[in-house]
């Protein structure tokens, strides 16, 4: 079967630390494909400052340009909150001689057994997971056998991790910086055209 990794988020906007994370699980795990998928109304979080689902999905898009990777409108497509079991049902559906794996942050892969139909997310993908703290490796080692026992099947990686947020990346482009350290060149320059997270778009 392939191997088929996917990345989902909010992506407001995607950033070098997303890239990083998906290309280090695309090589750990030998993937024979990659699918960023950006959330359309997120279930988990409040987001005010959340950009238009098209200008999150084109950022996605130049993002993986060169790495060659995929971007998927499923959720932008889909009205009401974006539940990661439908989402990884619809894409099991799409493709299913591929075998499935989920990348989460740490935040959201401790609280994973309190999400929507999480026995359904363990029975479709591989979770797989990366610290984004010092310590962090520790909490998801526990917490994946805590899962493992409701049949969740678990890759946990101590990847190293870039001190990168989009909040940073808001915050910096609401101030006019370079956003080089941040994000793709043409994220950046796509960010400035349309006047994201500046204060005009407020």
Known sequence: MQKLVILGGTFNPVHYG???????????????????IPTGTPPHKIAPDLAPGKDRLAMCRLAVQRDGFEVSDIEI????????????LAVKRDNPESELYFIMGEDMFLTLQDWYKSELIYSLATICAAPRSDHGCRALKAYAEK???????TIICNLDFLPISSTMVRSAACRGENLSTYVPVSVADYIYQHHLYSEESN
């Open 18 to 36: 997303h890239l990083q994370l998906l290309r280090r699980f695309v090589q750990k795990i030998g993937a024979d494909r990659a699918l960023l």
């Open 77 to 88: 497509k889909r009205s009401g909150p974006s539940y990661t079991a439908d989402t990884l």
């Open 147 to 153: 899962i493992k026992r409701r049949g969740a099947k």
